[in-house]
């Protein structure tokens, strides 16, 4: 009993350092900066991000600006480039959310910039900030990376108000449609027909006639 008891703790040992020592995909040299014409609370700021340790303060976004992050991504933290890479803005109370994908170089130093423009209207009309989330993974046994890195506040002003978005088209019963079909065409009176019918058959002798001495 003593020795399987000593087995089962070995063995979990063994199982406890291999997990520990698992490759995982993470970052460094992270940074986000907003960039544009008119800036907003704390534009053309540069902060550094560090994997596992979300911004305490928001970024915020202006109406023309747009916001730029920076990564070097690593595999057991050797830079490579990983299959997928995707910075989330999710809106927190809805949980509706948006990705776009790092454009990452062999030499795996990720960069992805994000307009104001490119934002869909349901997540720009949040007052709340907005969740963004550093997603990396590929192929393979490497654990997948996956944080919150900082919030982003949307500013809101006349210039960036978002027009309310269009009704969708829903498919379902319609309103009975009536239709007025016009009535069935009529013959004319039968004395009209016969008067005009008497008319051509008078007519026709005499046409006759005038043909034949044309003729002679």
Not at 38 to 67: D, F, N, Q, R, Y
Not at 156 to 180: C, D, F, M, T, W
Request: hydrophobic share 40%; proline share 6%; aromatic share 6%.
């Amino acid at each position: 009993m003593r020795l399987r008891s000593y087995l089962s703790s070995v063995i979990l040992g063994l199982c406890t350092i291999s997990s520990a020592t698992a490759a995982s995909w993470g970052f460094d040299d992270g940074s986000v900066s907003i960039h544009g014409k008119k800036a907003g609370v704390g534009a053309g700021a540069k902060e550094k991000l560090v994997e596992k340790k979300p911004l305490v303060k928001p970024i915020t976004l202006g109406a023309s600006e747009t916001v730029k992050v920076l990564v070097t991504i690593k595999e057991d933290k050797k830079a490579k480039r990983p299959h997928q890479a995707f910075l989330r803005l999710e809106e927190k109370q809805s949980h509706l959310e948006t990705s776009y994908a790092f454009a990452v170089k062999e030499s795996g130093k990720g960069k992805v910039e994000i307009a104001r423009k490119d934002i869909p209207a349901q997540l720009l009309a949040s007052k709340d900030p907005l969740s963004a989330s550093i997603i990396i993974g590929s192929f393979g046994t490497t654990k997948a990376y996956y944080s919150h890195a900082f919030d982003l506040v949307l500013e809101q002003n006349a210039e960036s108000a978002v027009p309310p978005p269009e009704k969708p088209l829903r498919y379902g019963k319609l309103p009975e449609i009536h239709h007025k079909f016009r009535a069935d065409p009529t013959s004319p009176p039968k004395i009209i027909t016969l008067v005009f019918t008497a008319a051509v058959l008078f007519a026709l002798p005499i046409l006759v006639a005038t043909v034949s001495l044309e003729w002679k």
